[in-house]
């Protein structure tokens, strides 16, 4: 039997249990998102190289970091001066 063979047979046993071990061992990401919107009521969207799609400035929260800060940490990096922060 080769490999091909053995893995395709092997797959509907192995895949719930990988993806059960995938799920468990690692850890949360957290991430922040913001909803920027200028004097006018216009909406500040990002375009990512690694996704397709406009989206809402943001990212990853890093350990020991606050939701607040991270965020503004994030709007930071994309030139945004955040003078108002409404809540989470």
Known sequence: MDMTRLRRA???ISRPLLHLYWRWSRPATLGARALVVDGTGRVF???H????GWHLPGG?????????AALARELAEEGI???????I
């Not at 190289?49 to 397709?52: C, G």
């Not at 929260?61 to 939701?67: D, I, K, N, P």
């Open 60 to 68: 990853g929260v890093e350990a020991g970091e606050t939701m607040l």
């Open 49 to 52: 190289s690694y996704v397709d």
């Open 81 to 87: 001066q955040a003078d108002l922060v409404l809540g």
């Open 10 to 12: 092997l797959w509907p």
């Open 45 to 47: 969207l990002v375009k």
